[in-house]
C-alpha cells in the first residue's frame, strides 16, 4: 500500500494549486484522509482533514483559502489551495488510514511529500 502526491510546485502569491494523493497496493478501505504540511525548522502541522462521509476540518490559518475532497472510487485526495502566500511554501504530506485486504486493522500511512514554493 502506497500514497503517492503530486501537483506540488512553484506559485506565486496569490495563486492556486491543486495537490493530489492516490491510494494504491492491496487496499480494502480507507478511513480518515488529510494533508499535513512542514515548513523548514518547523514541526509537521495539519492542513486539512476528511472523514469518510466527505465531513471535513481545516485550522484557521489555512479556512477560506484552502478546500479538501475525496473520491472514494479513485482512492484519491485532493488538496485545492488558494490565495496562496509564501508562509504557505512547506513539503505537503498525505496521509491516510489504511486498511489492506490481507489485515484487519487500519494503518496509518503517508505519503513522501510534495513541495510547494510560494514566492512574494
Known amino acids: 500500500v502506497q500514497l503517492v502526491e503530486s501537483g506540488g510546485g512553484l506559485v506565486q502569491a496569490g495563486g492556486s494549486l491543486r495537490l493530489s494523493c492516490a491510494a494504491s497496493g492491496n487496499i480494502d478501505s480507507i478511513s480518515t484522509m488529510a494533508w499535513y504540511r512542514q515548513a523548514p525548522g518547523k514541526q509537521r502541522e495539519l492542513v486539512a482533514m476528511?472523514?469518510?462521509?466527505?465531513?471535513?476540518n481545516l485550522p484557521d490559518s489555512v479556512q477560506g483559502r484552502f478546500s479538501i475532497s475525496r473520491d472514494n472510487a479513485k482512492k484519491t485526495v485532493y488538496l485545492f489551495m488558494n490565495n496562496l502566500r509564501p508562509e504557505d511554501t512547506a513539503v505537503y504530506y498525505c496521509n491516510a488510514g489504511v486498511r489492506s485486504r490481507s489485515s484487519v486493522s487500519f494503518v496509518d500511512t503517508w505519503g513522501q511529500g510534495t513541495q510547494v514554493t510560494v514566492t512574494s
Open positions: 476528511i472523514f469518510t462521509d466527505g465531513a471535513a
